[in-house]
C-alpha cells in the first residue's frame, strides 16, 4: 500500500528542486545602470567680422609720419577698412570707434606713431570705461607721456627707441592686466631713428599679418600669456611676437635645442628668461618662449627700414 506521507514529501522535494533549477538558468533581472549624458560638444568657433583699423600719425604727421599712410595704403589693399589720422583729433574719433563697435561690433585695431601711439592708448581707455574691448594696439616709438595698457586691450606690441627724444615711450601694462604684451626696444639698431622706425615695409608685412589672422583667433584664457621685453640685438631680424608661454625643461634639452624646436633665435630665449644663452637647464624647470597666436605667414622678420622721407 502506498504512504500518502511519503509521496507528497517527494513531490514537494521535486518541486523545490525545480524552482532552484529554474532560479539558476534565469538570473533575476536588475534595473539598467543610469548614464550621465554626454556632454554636448562645444560650438565651433565663428570667425569674428573683419577689423576696423584706425591709424594715427604723429605731430608734424604728414611731413614725419608718411609710413603710417603707406601702412594704410597696404591694410586697405589687403581689404581692410583702414584709415588713417592726425592725433590732433584724437578724442573725436576715439567716439567714432566706441559708437561705431556699439552699433556693429568687429574688432577694433588701434596703431600710432609717435604722438599717434600715445592716441592709441588713449582711445583705449576711453573704450574700457564704456566697457567695449580692443583687440589690437600697436604702438611705434610712442611719445615718453603714453600711458600704461589698460585691462580692454586683447593684444598690445610696442616698438620703441628707448633713448629717442621725440618718441621712447616704454609703454607698460596696467596692474592685473592679463591680455598679450611684447616690447621691443630698437636703439641698438643704428639705422633705426625715430623718423624712419614707422616706415619698415617688414614692420608693415607682420602688421597687415596680424590683422588678417586677428579675427581666425578663437577666445582663448590669456592665464598662460607671459609678457615679452626685448633689448633687440644691433642688426638682427626680428619677430613681432604677441606673447610668451611657459614650457618645461625635459631630460637633455639645451637652451640651443629648445630654441630650434620652437624656431626662435637663442638670444629672445635668454632674454626672456635672463639667462645666458649656454645655461644649464634642469629638467622640471620653466623656460618662457616667445610665440605667435597664430602662426605668420611667411616667417615674418625686421628687415632695415628705408631712408626717412622728408
Same mark, same amino acid.
Given at each position: 500500500?502506498?504512504?500518502?506521507?511519503?509521496?507528497?514529501?517527494?513531490?514537494?522535494?521535486?518541486?523545490?528542486?525545480?524552482?532552484?533549477?529554474?532560479?539558476?538558468?534565469?538570473?533575476?533581472?536588475?534595473?539598467?545602470?543610469?548614464?550621465?549624458?554626454?556632454?554636448?560638444?562645444?560650438?565651433?568657433?565663428?570667425?569674428?567680422?573683419?577689423?576696423?583699423?584706425?591709424?594715427?600719425?604723429?605731430?608734424?604727421?604728414?611731413?614725419?609720419?608718411?609710413?603710417?599712410?603707406?601702412?594704410?595704403?597696404?591694410?586697405?589693399?589687403?581689404?581692410?577698412?583702414?584709415?588713417?589720422?592726425?592725433?590732433?583729433?584724437?578724442?573725436?574719433?576715439?567716439?567714432?570707434?566706441?559708437?561705431?563697435?556699439?552699433?556693429?561690433?568687429?574688432?577694433?585695431?588701434?596703431?600710432?606713431?609717435?604722438?599717434?601711439?600715445?592716441?592709441?592708448?588713449?582711445?583705449?581707455?576711453?573704450?574700457?570705461?564704456?566697457?567695449?574691448?580692443?583687440?589690437?594696439?600697436?604702438?611705434?616709438?610712442?611719445?615718453?607721456?603714453?600711458?600704461?595698457?589698460?585691462?580692454?586691450?586683447?593684444?598690445?606690441?610696442?616698438?620703441?627707441?628707448?633713448?629717442?627724444?621725440?618718441?621712447?615711450?616704454?609703454?607698460?601694462?596696467?596692474?592685473?592686466?592679463?591680455?598679450?604684451?611684447?616690447?621691443?626696444?630698437?636703439?641698438?639698431?643704428?639705422?633705426?631713428?625715430?623718423?624712419?622706425?614707422?616706415?619698415?615695409?617688414?614692420?608693415?608685412?607682420?602688421?597687415?599679418?596680424?590683422?588678417?589672422?586677428?579675427?581666425?583667433?578663437?577666445?582663448?584664457?590669456?592665464?598662460?600669456? +607671459? $609678457? @615679452?621685453?626685448? /633689448?633687440?640685438?644691433? #642688426?638682427? *631680424?626680428? &619677430?613681432?611676437?604677441?606673447?610668451?608661454?611657459?614650457?618645461?625643461?625635459?631630460?637633455?634639452?639645451?637652451?640651443?635645442?629648445?630654441?630650434?624646436?620652437?624656431? +626662435? $633665435? @637663442?638670444?629672445? /630665449?635668454?632674454?626672456? #628668461?635672463? *639667462?645666458? &644663452?649656454?645655461?644649464?637647464?634642469?629638467?622640471?624647470?620653466?623656460?618662457?618662449?616667445?610665440?605667435?597666436?597664430?602662426?605668420?605667414?611667411?616667417?615674418?622678420?625686421?628687415?632695415?627700414?628705408?631712408?626717412?622721407?622728408?
Amino acid at each position: 500500500m502506498i504512504d500518502l506521507r511519503r509521496l507528497l514529501a517527494v513531490a514537494a522535494v521535486a518541486l523545490l528542486a525545480l524552482g532552484i533549477g529554474t532560479a539558476v538558468a534565469s538570473p533575476a533581472k536588475t534595473k539598467p545602470t543610469a548614464t550621465a549624458p554626454a556632454a554636448p560638444p562645444p560650438p565651433p568657433f565663428e570667425p569674428l567680422p573683419p577689423p576696423k583699423i584706425y591709424l594715427f600719425r604723429g605731430a608734424m604727421g604728414p611731413f614725419f609720419s608718411t609710413g603710417m599712410d603707406r601702412l594704410e595704403e597696404k591694410l586697405t589693399q589687403a581689404g581692410f577698412s583702414a584709415n588713417v589720422y592726425e592725433f590732433t583729433i584724437c578724442r573725436w574719433i576715439g567716439d567714432r570707434a566706441i559708437s561705431s563697435y556699439k552699433e556693429t561690433p568687429a574688432p577694433i585695431v588701434l596703431i600710432g606713431h609717435s604722438m599717434g601711439g600715445l592716441c592709441s592708448i588713449v582711445i583705449s581707455e576711453m573704450a574700457a570705461k564704456e566697457n567695449v574691448p580692443i583687440s589690437l594696439v600697436i604702438t611705434i616709438d610712442p611719445a615718453h607721456a603714453t600711458g600704461d595698457v589698460p585691462l580692454n586691450v586683447e593684444r598690445f606690441i610696442n616698438i620703441y627707441l628707448s633713448d629717442s627724444v621725440l618718441g621712447g615711450g616704454n609703454v607698460v601694462a596696467v596692474p592685473g592686466y592679463r591680455g598679450h604684451y611684447a616690447s621691443y626696444d630698437l636703439k641698438e639698431n643704428a639705422r633705426v631713428s625715430h623718423i624712419n622706425i614707422e616706415k619698415s615695409d617688414d614692420i608693415h608685412r607682420q602688421i597687415v599679418d596680424m590683422v588678417t589672422q586677428l579675427p581666425r583667433i578663437p577666445p582663448q584664457t590669456q592665464v598662460d600669456a +607671459v $609678457p @615679452l621685453r626685448y /633689448l633687440v640685438p644691433a #642688426n638682427t *631680424l626680428v &619677430e613681432l611676437w604677441d606673447s610668451g608661454v611657459r614650457l618645461p625643461v625635459r631630460r637633455g634639452d639645451t637652451m640651443e635645442s629648445i630654441a630650434a624646436a620652437n624656431r +626662435v $633665435p @637663442l638670444w629672445s /630665449l635668454a632674454q626672456s #628668461n635672463s *639667462l645666458p &644663452e649656454n645655461a644649464t637647464l634642469t629638467p622640471g624647470q620653466s623656460i618662457i618662449v616667445p610665440r605667435h597666436l597664430t602662426p605668420p605667414e611667411p616667417t615674418a622678420a625686421m628687415a632695415t627700414p628705408p631712408p626717412a622721407r622728408r
